[in-house]
């Protein structure tokens, strides 16, 4: 058994704080809102008043949080987990961040005689619960070779890809194709419409081709259905399409579909899409009125 903490319990963090304490750890929990904690608490999860003092009980702490801003905060901010800081410490930062983000908040957390790693994951709530998370681990060797049977309670394909940072660059890459292709997906319906085929009956000619990713097949029913119920809110994939563009720009790698995706993102979250899911993207395109036909290639 070993003391863990977790902080940050939204639709992924709950569940995945849930397995570490099923597998017999001791845990410590944290997060913005003790109503979120109560039912691990009730499960036998410790609460702690604060970041720090979740560091203070941990070998180990878990994040799962929202954004760079959100990971700043409870790890170096007033209270945070570096104030917490003890001989043997070790961070998993399991949020999408900025990978300069991240690899600032190492340095600082390394300045604490403290070794971090950033681990995001692949996969939704579903996965979570199961355990079968895909988890791409930047940082030092000897920290993940540490915590790797922590993280096997989490996920079943694990992959160690380098120095800090180098987790969350991993997971910007999957979140482009991601967020790219359900955009995709949602134009194809949207044209589809505007030609007088309906949804159901051109996602029932698609479903079956090779052209459909594995994560479109398992939307599109969905979004014939009206079911947007969020496992990943399409707000949380316009942030990520933003770090992506930022990063493609910080190191000279371009990344026009995902700008363009960006954008598109933005503008259904702010006509309140913003909690749905992110999958929703191809509803606010079936809504769009009709382009006017200028001749010319138009844009949102």
């Known amino acids: ?169 991993v997971k910007l890459a999957v979140n482009l194709i991601l967020g790219v292709s359900m955009q995709a997906l949602g134009e194809a319906f949207a044209l589809g419409a505007r030609a007088g085929i309906p949804p159901q009956q051109l996602w029932g000619i698609l479903q079956d081709l090779a052209v459909i990713s594995p994560a479109q097949r398992n939307k599109g029913g969905k979004i014939v259905e009206g079911d947007f119920t969020p496992s990943f809110a399409l707000r949380l994939m316009e942030k990520d399409l933003s770090l992506i563009v930022e990063f493609g720009r910080q190191i000279g790698a371009p990344t026009p579909l995902a700008a363009v995706a960006q954008q598109t993102f933005l503008i259904a979250r702010e006509h309140g899409w913003a909690e749905a899911d992110y999958s929703a993207i191809a509803a606010w395109l079936l809504d769009q009125p009709p382009l006017e036909d200028t001749g010319r290639v138009s844009s949102l």
């Open 1 to 169: 058994m070993r003391a863990l903490g977790f902080i940050g319990l939204g639709r992924m963090g709950t569940p995945m704080a849930r397995r570490l304490l099923r597998a017999g750890h001791r845990l410590t929990v944290y997060n913005r809102t003790r109503e979120k904690a109560e039912p691990l608490i009730a499960e036998g999860a410790r609460w702690a008043d604060s970041p720090r003092a979740v560091a203070q009980a941990s070998e180990v702490v878990f994040l799962m949080l929202a954004d760079s801003a959100a990971s700043e905060a409870m790890l170096a901010g007033p209270n945070g987990v570096l104030e917490g800081a003890h001989p043997g410490l070790l961070i998993v930062d399991m949020s999408t961040i900025a990978p300069a983000v991240s690899r600032r908040l190492a340095e600082q957390a390394a300045q604490r005689g403290v070794r971090m790693l950033d681990a995001p994951v692949s996969g939704s709530v579903g996965p979570a619960t199961e355990g079968a998370l895909t988890i791409f681990v930047g940082g030092p060797r000897e920290a993940f070779e540490a915590v790797e049977d922590l993280l096997r309670v989490l996920g079943r394909n694990i992959h160690y890809v380098g120095e800090n940072g180098m987790g969350c660059a």
